[in-house]
């Protein structure tokens, strides 16, 4: 004898599963003035994009670093992408320095030491990613 099971797929909107709705994020609703994270070196535009996203599982964000300005050398518990969207920079992974500049990438590996440094007369504005360890509130 053979049983056939049938499933029934209900159209169910994603947070009756347990994900909450999207969420739409307008850049200029999250802009601050403030100092780059990792050593406070200069001054930076930060974009804290992903801030206003309950219950994220990755930070997203955008930030400007003006003329000097720097992210300073840090440990990362995490893989880390810096996107370069305009400008120049130097960024360094555990002693390796590399220039990029607009349309380059740096993925940088959990355990690194890393830093990004602006570069030249333009500020160097970067989208920065990376996954949390834990998903916010």
Do not use: C, N
């Not at 996107?83 to 390796?96: A, K, L, M, P, W």
């Not at 030249?120 to 998903?135: F, H, Q, V």
């Amino acid at each position: 004898m053979r049983l056939i099971f049938a499933v029934a797929l209900i159209a169910l909107p994603s947070f009756a599963l347990g994900a909450p709705p999207m969420v739409i994020i307008d850049e200029k609703d999250t802009v601050v003035e403030e100092a780059p994270p990792h050593g406070k070196i200069g001054m930076s535009t930060a974009w804290r994009i992903s801030d206003k996203a309950p219950q994220r599982s990755m930070e997203f964000r955008k930030r400007s670093l003006h003329k000097g300005a720097a992210i300073g050398v840090h440990p990362i518990d995490h893989d880390e992408v810096y996107y370069v969207v305009s400008g120049t920079g130097i960024v360094e992974s555990d002693g390796v320095t590399h220039t990029l500049t607009e349309g380059m990438t740096a993925y940088l590996y959990e355990g690194a030491q890393v830093s990004i440094t602006q570069m030249g007369d333009e500020p160097l504005t970067l989208i920065i990613s990376y996954p949390l360890k834990a998903r916010t509130k």
